[in-house]
Antibody, heavy 120, light 110 residues
Framework: QVQLQESGPGLVKASQTLSLTCTVF??????????WNWIRQPAGKGLEWIGR???????SYNPSLQSRVTISLGTSKNQFSLKVTSVTAADTAVYYC????????????WGQGTLVTVSS | QSALTQPASVSGSPGQSITISCTGT?????????VSWYQQYPGKAPKVLIY???NRPSGVSNRFSGSKSVNTASLTISGLQAEDEADYYC??????????FGSGTKVTVL
């Protein structure tokens, strides 16, 4: 059974960099036909796709966030990470990591989410 | 990349059927058969209900069904039950390996 778990600071100061890690249990981020995604959800609002990374390391990002976002595979075979630079209050949200199955073409496994608050 | 358009809310009585629409463009919903639907309870992560427009993962109730016409995808919930009260999101492949979510629909069981 695949499980994902987000980790990182819950509070980030405005203008600084938000950094989160997703640890994957029961799978490797460096094999298979999978894309590893980051998605966020501000309180009371909808889901927003941030970007994803393929097992080869190829990335793609939401055009609206592309200039500030970097997703990378971790040094450990079961981790990948997210960095968002120059954060503002608008980046306050619950951040989810999720696996996209390239065969099923859907986000089939999700982490439980982690709240990141940007403070001034 | 604009969010796909969903109705903010849909309601129905137990046993009834309801349909949630998800409208995009020829660059996303209309251009690919890679539409999926997710159910989200408050404080929980979303769960996939439908993939590739109309396919259900194993374990998902057959009361959930999906379809697509031109630039609009739809999720139908048949035999509405109290446990179906949740938020629902569509998502579509949007070209150049990107995804876009719908704006979300709150389903209320009356």
């Amino acid at each position: 059974q695949v499980q994902l778990q987000e980790s990182g600071p819950g509070l980030v100061k405005a203008s600084q960099t938000l950094s989160l890690t997703c640890t994957v249990f029961g799978d490797s981020v460096r094999s298979g036909n999978y894309f590893w995604n980051w998605i966020r959800q501000p309180a009371g609002k909808g889901l927003e796709w941030i970007g994803r990374i393929y097992t080869s390391g190829t990335t793609s990002y939401n055009p609206s966030l592309q200039s500030r976002v970097t997703i990378s595979l971790g040094t450990s075979k079961n981790q990948f990470s997210l960095k968002v630079t120059s954060v503002t209050a608008a980046d306050t949200a619950v951040y989810y990591c999720a696996r996209y199955d390239g065969k099923m073409t859907a986000l089939d496994y999700w982490g439980q989410g982690t709240l990141v608050t940007v403070s001034s | 990349q604009s969010a796909l358009t969903q109705p903010a809310s849909v309601s129905g009585s137990p046993g009834q059927s309801i349909t949630i629409s998800c409208t995009g463009t020829s660059s996303d919903v209309g251009g690919y058969n890679y539409v999926s639907w997710y159910q989200q309870y408050p404080g929980k992560a979303p769960k996939v209900l439908i993939y590739e427009v109309s396919n259900r993962p194993s374990g998902v109730s057959n009361r959930f069904s999906g379809s697509k016409s031109v630039n609009t995808a739809s999720l139908t919930i048949s035999g509405l039950q109290a446990e179906d009260e949740a938020d629902y999101y569509c998502t579509s492949y949007s070209g150049i390996s990107t995804l876009v979510f719908g704006s979300g629909t709150k389903v209320t069981v009356l």
